[in-house]
T-cell receptor
Framework: NAGVTQTPKFQVLKTGQSMTLQCAQDMNHNSMYWYRQDPGMGLRLIYYSASEGTTDKGEVPNGYNVSRLNKREFSLRLESAAPSQTSVYFC????????????FGPGTRLLVL | RKEVEQDPGPFNVPEGATVAFNCTYSNSASQSFFWYRQDCRKEPKLLMSVYSSGNEDGRFTAQLNRASQYISLLIRDSKLSDSATYLCVVSSTGGGNKLTFGTGTQLKVEL
């Protein structure tokens, strides 16, 4: 039982490049989330998916797109990376709503030059 | 004003000490409250939920004061392994599917 896994662990991009961050959970959870964490800002919700087939914007969705591929997988795509997107990205999942325990993946450290 | 505010610390305490963190939140409609723990360069993990009547889990005690809109976490008999950043987390308005995280309070327990 791996919990929540994320790939890649680290990535360096040039401005304007695109990439997809992958997330998968094996706990049969319904809800999944993407956060970013920046110094002095706390974790901020980018997008979330309350169930397979649905996605909703969080606090900071601009510059990102998501896909809930199936119940297990929730990907985050940066179409045209900008230096302001340099951050640590965490994927999380919960059995039901966000007020249930959220389980986080190990994070992806992204640097955009 | 931030939705959730915490003293960033660091709090440097000797092993065995008792330490308390406070957190204030701005939205009186918030219904659910948590403390998460985050070790350096790791992911956050739930430490405990915070209930209106206060709750305890071993050396950890959490309390909620709705009237003053603050949450506290008390750690007794601090261990070296308690060194981490403690995140105060509050449910957001507009539905139950969003949490707001504080920036965290850093704790360093020293010999």
């Amino acid at each position: 039982n791996a919990g929540v896994t994320q790939t890649p662990k680290f990535q360096v991009l040039k401005t304007g490049q695109s990439m997809t961050l992958q997330c998968a959970q094996d706990m049969n959870h319904n809800s999944m989330y993407w956060y970013r964490q920046d110094p002095g800002m706390g974790l901020r919700l980018i997008y979330y998916s309350a169930s397979e087939g649905t996605t909703d914007k969080g606090e900071v969705p601009n510059g990102y797109n998501v896909s809930r591929l199936n119940k297990r997988e929730f990907s985050l795509r940066l179409e045209s990376a900008a230096p302001s997107q340099t951050s640590v990205y965490f994927c999380a999942s919960s059995l039901g709503s966000a007020v249930e325990t959220q389980y986080f993946g190990p994070g992806t450290r992204l640097l955009v030059l | 004003r931030k939705e959730v505010e915490q003293d960033p610390g660091p709090f440097n305490v000797p092993e065995g000490a008792t330490v308390a963190f406070n957190c204030t939140y701005s939205n009186s409609a918030s219904q659910s409250f948590f403390w998460y723990r985050q070790d350096c360069r790791k992911e956050p993990k739930l430490l405990m939920s915070v209930y209106s009547s206060g709750n305890e889990d071993g050396r950890f005690t959490a309390q909620l004061n709705r009237a003053s809109q603050y949450i506290s976490l008390l750690i007794r008999d601090s261990k070296l392994s308690d060194s981490a950043t403690y995140l105060c987390v509050v449910s957001s308005t507009g539905g139950g599917n969003k949490l707001t995280f504080g920036t965290g309070t850093q704790l360093k327990v020293e010999l």
